[in-house]
Every structure is written in C-alpha cells, then in structure tokens.
C-alpha cells in the first residue's frame, strides 16, 4: 500500500516563490546589466532556494516531541545544554535559516556554488550576532553550544559571541582556530579575535598569536585574517567594550 505525497509546507512554498522570484531577479539583471559576482550569487541563491523547496521533506531533519514538531538544530542545541539559546534560535528564525543552510552546504558542492554558500555562511553568522545583541543567552550556554554542539552549532556559538563580547572565551577561540569542525568555524574565530583584540590579556594576546602563527589555512581569506592577527601589538590598552 502506497501513502499518498505529503503536501509541501508553507516554508517550502515560500522558497519556491523565492528562489523564482531571484532566479528572475538574477536572469534580467544578467542581461540588463552584463554578467558580475553579485549576479552569479543572486542565481545560485535562488536556485538554493528551489532545491531547499523540492527537497525540503527529506533534508530539514525534523523531530516530534512531546511539545510537536522540532527542527534538528533545535534539539541539538537544547541537548548540549543550552535550552535558553535553543528558544531564542526557533524565536528568532535562526533555526530555520541555519538548516537551509546546511542544506544548501551539504548538497550544493560544485565549486559554482562557492559564492552562494559563504553568502549564506557569512548571513548566518550575521544572524546569530543579532541574537546575541540580546544578551538574553546565558554566557554558559553559549560556551556548551561551542563545546558540545555540531559545527553549525560551534559557529553559531562564535556568531553569538560577536553580539555579546561578554561570553567570548580566549581558550575557546584558541580551540576553534587550531581544532576547527569547519573552514566557516575558523575563519570567524579569527575575525572575532582581532575585532575583540583590546579586551584579551596580554597573556591571552600572546597565547593567541601562537596558535595563528603555529596553524595552516587552506584559502587566502582565512591567510589574510590569520596576517592581520600577527600583525596587532601584543600590549595595548585593554578595554570592556569591543
């Protein structure tokens, strides 16, 4: 016997109106305007989105509980000991944009696809700052989501620590340049490192210019963020605001 197909969800409509609205976007503006980077994002972003609508069933990683449904990284979250953040990712939206994120980072490898995906990486992040612009995370909280949560929960967690300088940690900055889960990981620890120079300790300052200096980066962005670390001085005034 045969189940009848699911009917698609309001989210997976409203990508597949999306990612035609973009794709349209990004066609005339290719032939208005002559092809550029700006363009070619704008078309593989929307043809993530059409992926995200006709896949969406099998990709999104839903769970039911007892409260009802629950998106993975929700879940993921509240099991690494962080239910507050947990909250404020489904509250915010976040939730859903960093799933179509790993959807779009785990299905869309081509190397065309290359500007669409550190769009969304950047965006995410970006997204999280917000929320933690809040400071309605517990700074415990959002050190268990970086030690104990997925990839996408680590760089979540140094996302939240750029709205909230208050719960970014040194030792687990250190962990994130050298012991990365991902390139994505890496290369905003290494933003958040030099953005919050002034608050570390001269001791941290150092301690932190040895692990840049001792460490291998893959991609130029990630060498040129590493050269601007090394190149800040080791004892400056420390400030409590970043």
């Not at 349209?24 to 002559?34: E, K, N, P, R, W």
């Not at 250190?174 to 905003?188: C, D, G, I, K, R």
Request: hydrophobic fraction near 45%; glycine fraction near 8%.
């Amino acid at each position: 016997m045969t189940g009848s197909p699911k009917r698609p969800n309001v989210g997976q409509i409203v990508c597949g109106v999306l990612g035609l609205l973009t794709l349209a976007t990004g066609i005339t503006a290719t032939f208005v305007l002559g092809s550029n980077a700006a363009i070619v994002v704008v078309l593989v972003v929307g043809t993530a989105l059409l992926l995200v609508a006709a896949l969406g069933p099998s990709l999104s990683e839903l769970s039911v509980g007892s409260s009802g449904v629950t998106l993975k990284l929700t879940q993921d979250a509240t099991n690494a000991g962080a239910p507050r953040a947990a909250s404020e990712f489904d509250d915010s939206g976040l939730s859903e944009f960093a799933e179509a994120y790993t959807l779009v980072n785990s299905e869309l490898r081509d190397s065309a696809f290359t500007p669409a995906r550190l769009h969304l990486q950047d965006s995410l992040v970006e997204r999280a700052r917000v929320v933690g612009l809040r400071g309605t995370i517990p700074t415990a909280e959002v050190r268990r989501l970086f030690l104990n949560g997925s990839p996408v929960l680590r760089t979540l967690s140094i996302g939240l620590m750029k709205g909230d300088p208050a719960a970014a940690d040194p030792q687990l900055l250190s962990s994130a340049v050298a012991e990365p889960l991902s390139a994505n990981e890496q290369y905003h620890a290494l933003r958040l490192i030099a953005a919050l120079w002034t608050r570390w300790q001269p001791t941290d300052r150092e301690r932190l210019k040895q692990v840049v200096a001792a460490t291998y980066y893959s991609d130029v962005d990630r060498q040129a963020a590493a050269r601007a670390i090394l190149a800040l001085p080791t004892t400056t005034t420390l400030t409590a605001e970043s």
